[in-house]
């Protein structure tokens, strides 16, 4: 799986306009929380989608907690740790958070 790390609040938009072509997800994770590397760790696992079906940003929100709240009113969805978002046409079409979050409820969706 290759992050691509979400670090400015800018790349929302270039997230928007990706999401028009290819589904972006975001997974919003918490450096200080064991549910979310476990989360993380079982995505990373169990990821088997290419990067022309889905482009996955990571997002530390400890150190970028601006723009995970800009994700959240943004996207309309509200703010959980650990997170996902699936993004098509510049709307979040998806999202699961703690445990809920599965690689075959993703591809479900794509």
């Given at each position: 799986m290759n992050w691509y790390n979400l670090t400015?609040?800018?790349?929302?938009?270039?997230?928007?306009?990706e999401s028009e072509n290819t589904s972006v997800l975001i997974f919003k994770h918490s450096t200080r929380c064991s549910i979310s590397s476990m989360a993380k760790n079982r995505l990373e696992r169990a990821w088997n989608i290419s990067e022309e079906k889905i482009k996955p940003y990571y997002l530390d929100l400890i150190a970028y907690r601006e723009i995970s709240n800009k994700i959240a009113s943004e996207f309309g969805v509200e703010h959980q740790s650990p997170q996902v978002l699936l993004i098509e046409k510049g709307m979040s079409v998806y999202d699961a958070s703690h445990n809920l979050i599965s690689v075959n409820d993703i591809e479900d969706v794509i």
């Open positions: 400015d609040i800018q790349q929302l938009e270039t997230i928007k306009a």
